[in-house]
């Protein structure tokens, strides 16, 4: 069966543009990973299966159009075989860093996208992700009611922001 993704985690990026995986999804990747620039600005890992078929996909753009096969070779160099460490890190290439806008020490989300992971750098998620989110809240789905805050900008029942 192949492997399947969801949920949200956050987990900051080291010193060395390194990413701790969720302990759920270590399994499916055992050593090695393929991380690659990804829609909206995020970046995607993707287990070795998932990263074969993905290349297939982007090899049949190649007969396409101008515009096809420039989108076949942007992915094809915005990709990266990584390994991962004991501790379930992978290390980012900074050219995928710099394109999703992650910096070293800084929160990174890491989403499941059913069949793969996205890293998305927090700010740029709330705009890509509103869409999606108010999407849902119009097919029934109900959104989180919001925190109320007091005008000091704290919780009601934290009155000195502990």
Not at 2 to 15: M, T
Not at 17 to 40: C, D, Q, W
Not at 84 to 97: E, F, H, Q
Not at 124 to 135: K, N, S, T, V
Request: charged fraction near 25%; aromatic fraction near 8%.
């Amino acid at each position: 069966m192949a492997s399947r993704f969801v949920g949200r985690y956050e987990h900051s990026l080291d010193g060395k543009g390194r990413v701790i995986l969720p302990a759920r999804f270590r399994s499916n990747f055992e050593t090695l990973a393929f991380v690659s620039k990804h829609e909206e600005g995020c970046l995607a890992i993707w287990t070795p299966e998932a990263f074969d078929r993905k290349m297939e996909e982007m090899a049949l753009l190649l007969a396409g159009t101008p515009e096809e096969r420039q989108q076949a070779r942007a992915w094809s160099m915005g990709s990266a075989e990584v390994e991962m460490d004991k501790t379930g890190r992978v290390a980012i290439p900074s050219y995928l860093r710099q394109f999703a806008r992650l910096a070293d020490g800084q929160t990174v989300l890491v989403h499941g996208a059913i069949t793969h992971l996205e890293l998305w750098d927090p700010g740029l998620w709330e705009i890509q992700g509103a869409p999606g989110d108010a999407r849902l809240v119009g097919a029934g789905v109900p959104a989180a009611p919001p925190t109320p805050v007091t005008p000091a900008g704290m919780p009601p029942d934290d009155p000195q922001g502990e």
